[in-house]
């Protein structure tokens, strides 16, 4: 017992030496340096996005039924609207881990509840067919519906952790980091996907781990695959959008 008190006793001295001969600089780290990028100004894209809508076309975009031809929404004011019957429309690129930020507006005036009140969507990733990973977009200001299909929900998966929908004819923003999930050769999945997310900078997702693709009726389940588009839903209303951009995010660095 005595000995095994005076190792310890030793072990502390020791320890003790290392601390008085460490330095500040010993846990500096200096390289490699992360990469510069200039912050947008008020409501602007920071200088390493990609512009998916800046107020003019919708050059970045294409119909989600047949990608070869151009999205058939309408463009007018700064914005762009659902035309109600024409189908979604995706992005032309396929990303896999990103930042994405969009604004989006639901009429001024509604007429509809619960559901059929402003509603789209933005699948994070498009698996096609209509299908992929939704967060919900509704007016959800004074409309009551259920909750985890509710604004800024993972549709059917998520509730956000708070309401922070403004009024119809507000334009609200989404801010929206996506993990795309990872799968194994034979297709097995090696890890779920990811979303954090802000609606009208209030955090309304932190970091939840997906269990699948969203689905209306039944459980959701994964399918495997790579990059894939981003797509906007037509659900028959005229939700407007606008300053969209994203940042396709590298693995982290491992240390």
């Not at 809508?53 to 007018?76: H, I, M, N, Q």
């Not at 096609?128 to 959800?140: F, M």
């Not at 923003?173 to 209030?202: K, M, Q």
Request: hydrophobic share 40%; charged share 15%.
């Amino acid at each position: 017992m005595l000995a095994k008190a005076m190792m310890m006793v030793a072990g502390l001295s020791m320890a003790s030496l290392a601390l008085a001969q460490a330095t500040p600089k010993d846990t500096e780290v200096w390289t490699p340096e992360p990469g510069r990028v200039r912050p947008g100004a008020a409501h602007g894209a920071p200088s390493d996005a990609l512009v998916l809508f800046g107020g003019k076309d919708l050059g970045e975009w294409v119909s989600a039924g047949a990608p070869d031809r151009p999205a058939p929404w309408t463009v007018a004011h700064g914005a762009f609207t659902v035309l109600g019957g024409s189908g979604d429309i995706q992005t032309r690129r396929s990303f896999t881990d990103y930042q994405l930020h969009i604004e989006w507006r639901v009429p001024s005036t509604l007429t509809g509840s619960g559901q059929a009140r402003g509603n789209s969507g933005v699948f994070l990733a498009s698996t096609g067919n209509g299908s992929g990973y939704e967060i919900q977009i509704l007016d959800c200001h004074d409309n009551k519906t259920y909750v985890n299909g509710q604004a800024a929900s993972i549709y059917k998966q998520h509730i956000p952790l708070v309401n922070a929908c403004a009024a119809p004819g507000e334009w609200q923003s989404y801010d929206i980091v996506w993990t795309a999930p990872r799968f194994a050769a034979d297709g097995t999945l090696a890890s779920p996907a990811y979303v954090t997310a802000l609606h009208n900078g209030v955090l309304v997702q932190n970091h939840v781990a997906l269990p699948g693709e969203s689905v209306h009726v039944g459980k959701p389940a994964y399918r495997k695959h790579g990059a894939l588009p981003i797509r906007l839903q037509d659900h028959g209303d005229a939700v407007s959008f606008r300053n969209i951009w994203v940042r396709p995010l590298a693995a982290a660095p491992a240390r």
